[in-house]
């Protein structure tokens, strides 16, 4: 099956849903078509609360809506996806639950874990971190733009939409536009953007040479 997955992806931000909902908000705004609800240490209820407004702001925009984590709530609000952690439901149980249409994220170190994701039908990987985030919790191992590279070279990727994630600024894309990445996952850089910023952020991602040109297919 097909999926369109988009080079520029926003990770929300915000402890509270009024501070999510501002940070989506502004992501459409700027013209992100993709968005990821991320919205930690929060009890089931409060999660699909947001996640109904946040999908209805993705409607209104065409918008992708991804929901981190909560497979549960990803299938009430019949939301385009999920992403799910190391830690997370197994993919292929999420696929039993949300059915063979939605788009089922998984993020990604080391090899190991591509290599474990891709066998579970994942149809794209957030490897990172890039570099230092203070938007993510006991962080993973850095990787930078040797370690894709070496990730790369090792693996090849496998033909799956690689996107790198993790503390990436818009200075950092030229260096990622070798490595094989399909795209990019943002989240403080894209708030801090503008709209003619964005829109030079997807020219350079349009140039990005990953393992196809826009879509996965198996």
């Known amino acids: 099956m097909e999926r369109n997955?988009?080079?520029l992806q926003f990770i929300s931000q915000g402890d509270t849903a009024e501070q999510q909902i501002t940070s989506i908000h502004h992501a459409l705004?700027?013209?992100?078509?993709?968005?990821?609800l991320r919205f930690k240490n929060q009890e089931e209820k409060a999660v699909w609360i947001l996640a109904e407004q946040v999908?209805?702001?993705?409607?209104?925009?065409?918008?992708k809506c991804?929901?981190?984590?909560?497979?549960?709530?990803?299938?009430?609000?019949?939301?385009?996806?999920?992403?799910l952690g190391l830690q997370d439901i197994d993919i292929s149980t999420a696929r039993l639950q949300l059915g063979k249409v939605a788009i089922i994220g998984g993020t990604a170190n080391t090899i190991a874990d591509l290599q474990q994701?891709?066998?579970?039908g994942c149809d794209y990987i957030g490897l990172g971190p890039y570099a230092y985030t203070s938007t993510k919790e006991r962080l993973s191992p850095i990787l930078g733009s040797a370690g894709y590279h070496t990730i790369s070279?090792?693996?090849?990727?496998?033909?799956?939409?690689?996107?790198?994630?993790?503390?990436?600024k818009t200075a950092d894309l030229l260096s990622l536009q070798s490595t094989g990445v399909h795209g990019v996952a943002l989240s403080t850089e894209?708030?801090?953007?503008?709209?003619?910023?964005?829109?030079q952020m997807k020219q350079i991602l349009s140039q990005f040479k990953a393992h196809n040109d826009v879509a996965h297919s198996r």
């Not at 999908?55 to 918008?63: D, H, P």
């Not at 991804?66 to 992403?83: K, L, P, Q, R, T």
């Not at 994701?117 to 579970?120: N, T």
């Not at 693996?155 to 993790?166: C, D, R, S, T």
Request: aromatic share 8%; hydrophobic share 50%; net charge positive.
């Open 66 to 83: 991804i929901i981190n984590d909560w497979v549960s709530v990803a299938e009430y609000v019949n939301a385009d996806g999920v992403h």
């Open 55 to 63: 999908k209805r702001l993705c409607i209104q925009y065409g918008a």
């Open 153 to 168: 070279s090792q693996l090849g990727y496998a033909n799956i939409p690689i996107i790198a994630v993790g503390g990436i």
């Open 117 to 120: 994701r891709i066998s579970k």
């Open 190 to 199: 894209l708030l801090n953007a503008n709209f003619a910023q964005v829109v």
């Open 29 to 36: 705004d700027v013209g992100v078509k993709w968005i990821q």
């Open 5 to 7: 997955i988009e080079r």
